[in-house]
């Protein structure tokens, strides 16, 4: 459990990280959207398991493959809601902070960045559950540890009980996790502009 937690946690750190900071410009900057959008939505809808046997060949069982693997599996939802967030900002709110003469850098980090942060929860929300999904999957297919090796043990060998407990954890990780995303996004709301 610790090996898929580690594996899990750095994954989606880093896929919130760079989904954020991929998003922003490509919210912000039309030119930018334009350019990398055909890119985006070809590599997001490349099948990952397809990918799977590469990665693992490339970087071996142990961690970097299954975080690797999770990145690809939650940076995507991510990138786009920051994207759409960024970009969908409530355009009487920047009007507003024009007339009183808000520079374009005050308007992003007082009006578009706060406006998005709904939108950016709702992203790791969804990548959440992927990378659960996929880490899972990853070390079903080549690993040495793990929750999903446990549960290729316990299916190949027909232990129903274990795999039923495996699946209560990974759902009750599943719906903490969302819980404390939830909790996270009530108290981020303080910090969105009001309409």
Same mark, same amino acid.
């Given at each position: 459990?610790?090996?898929?937690?580690?594996?899990?946690? #750095?994954?989606?750190?880093?896929?919130?990280?760079?989904?954020?900071?991929?998003?922003?410009?490509?919210?912000?900057?039309?030119?930018?959207?334009?350019?990398?959008?055909?890119?985006?939505?070809?590599?997001?809808?490349?099948?990952?398991? @397809?990918?799977?046997?590469?990665?693992?060949?490339?970087?071996?069982?142990?961690? #970097? !493959?299954?975080?690797?693997?999770?990145?690809? @599996?939650?940076?995507?939802?991510?990138?786009?809601?920051?994207?759409?967030?960024?970009?969908?900002?409530?355009?009487?709110?920047?009007?507003?902070?024009?007339?009183?003469?808000?520079?374009?850098?005050?308007?992003?980090?007082?009006? !578009?960045?706060?406006?998005?942060?709904?939108?950016?929860?709702?992203?790791?929300?969804?990548?959440?559950?992927?990378?659960?999904?996929? #880490?899972?999957?990853?070390?079903?297919?080549?690993?040495?540890?793990?929750?999903?090796?446990?549960?290729?043990? @316990?299916?190949?060998?027909?232990?129903?009980?274990?795999?039923?407990?495996?699946?209560? #954890?990974?759902?009750?990780?599943?719906?903490?996790?969302?819980?404390?995303?939830?909790?996270?996004?009530?108290?981020?709301?303080?910090?969105?502009?009001?309409?």
């Amino acid at each position: 459990m610790w090996f898929s937690l580690t594996n899990f946690a #750095i994954g989606l750190s880093v896929s919130v990280v760079l989904g954020v900071l991929l998003g922003v410009p490509m919210g912000w900057y039309k030119n930018v959207s334009k350019t990398f959008d055909p890119l985006l939505s070809g590599i997001y809808a490349t099948p990952l398991i @397809a990918l799977l046997p590469l990665i693992i060949m490339l970087f071996g069982l142990g961690s #970097i !493959s299954k975080i690797i693997m999770t990145v690809l @599996a939650t940076v995507f939802p991510i990138l786009i809601n920051t994207m759409v967030g960024i970009a969908n900002t409530d355009v009487r709110l920047i009007t507003m902070a024009r007339a009183f003469g808000a520079r374009d850098s005050q308007i992003f980090l007082k009006v !578009s960045l706060p406006g998005s942060l709904p939108y950016i929860v709702a992203g790791i929300r969804v990548a959440l559950g992927r990378a659960l999904v996929y #880490i899972v999957v990853a070390e079903q297919y080549g690993a040495a540890m793990g929750l999903g090796y446990l549960s290729s043990i @316990a299916a190949q060998r027909f232990q129903m009980a274990a795999m039923f407990v495996l699946i209560i #954890i990974i759902a009750g990780l599943g719906a903490g996790l969302t819980e404390l995303l939830k909790s996270l996004e009530r108290r981020l709301d303080k910090w969105k502009p009001q309409k």
